[in-house]
């Protein structure tokens, strides 16, 4: 078992994208303190404390090494692991009293840029109120607003002066940008505005990280389809834990 000390060890171990994004963690100058890698023998646990609204402790890797790893690193605070579902379930079966809760989709592209869809553009901070509104009244189960901790940008379309649709990059990691807080007006649903929307933000971060990813709800059905659509691939993970 040893320890990681940087994003480009963790890559050199592991291409699990959702791993590579909590490695963020590990960059000098996150918002968090505390941030750890390790490996032990194939697995490899990343805890990224504050990371998108939780402490995360992120697994992959072979299920008995990955539970040697969660059960013997000492981390400043818990958290509930995730990891990719077969193997949450996977570690739960070696250990008594421990159970999946939660399903959710993690979502990843490598594809190459686009053309740039017309009619979106980077919000500014005078349009921000407006953006508050939406995404509270279009999406209020959504894990981002605007000028939160982690936010970087916002992207946005309009319909005369009004905001119609947009999405967040966050939570950067340096190999992968992150998409979050998508919201589009419900009088503009299925016309293409959230697409056009996240394509501008998918491509600007494939541009500036070579990847990207976001999360999604695992029965949200439309925004998965829709992700699917601009290159987006889903894997199940699951949050998992003493019950």
Same mark, same amino acid.
């Given at each position: $078992? ?36 390790? %490996? ?16 995360? =402790? ?5 299920? %008995? ?6 059960? !013997? ?15 949450? %379930? ?8 421990? !159970?999946? *809760? ?23 901070? !005078? ?17 981002? =607003? ?10 946005? $379309? *309009? ?18 940008? *992150? ?5 589009t007006h419900e009088d503009h649903r299925g016309k293409g505005a959230s697409s056009a929307v996240c394509t501008f933000v998918r ?41």
């Amino acid at each position: $078992m040893h320890q990681l000390k940087t994003p480009a060890d963790v890559a050199a171990v592991t291409t699990e994208p959702v791993i590579n994004w909590g490695a963020q963690a590990l960059v000098p100058g996150y918002l968090h303190e505390g941030g750890q890698a390790w %490996e032990h023998d194939g697995a490899v646990l990343v805890y990224a404390p504050g990371l998108y609204r939780r402490d995360r =402790v992120i697994l992959a890797g072979p299920a %008995e090494q990955a539970l040697k790893l969660v059960t !013997s690193v000492s981390l400043p605070t818990p958290g509930d692991p995730i990891a990719r579902t077969e193997l949450a %379930e996977e570690m739960c079966q070696l250990e008594p009293g421990w !159970s999946a *809760f939660a399903e959710f989709g993690w979502m990843t592209t490598t594809g190459e840029p686009g053309p740039r869809p017309d009619g979106v553009r980077w919000l500014t901070e !005078s349009d921000l109120d407006a953006a508050d509104h939406l995404v509270r009244t279009a999406n209020p189960e959504g894990w981002l =607003v605007p000028r939160e901790t982690g936010t970087r940008r916002w992207a946005g $379309m *309009f319909d005369g002066d009004t905001l119609v649709s947009m999405a967040g990059d966050a939570w950067p990691a340096p190999n992968m940008g *992150f998409i979050a807080g998508v919201a589009t007006h419900e009088d503009h649903r299925g016309k293409g505005a959230s697409s056009a929307v996240c394509t501008f933000v998918r491509d600007t971060l494939l541009a500036e990280h070579g990847s990207c990813g976001l999360m999604v709800y695992a029965d949200n059905a439309t925004a998965i389809r829709l992700y699917e659509r601009l290159g987006f691939t889903y894997q199940s993970m699951s949050a998992f834990g003493p019950e």
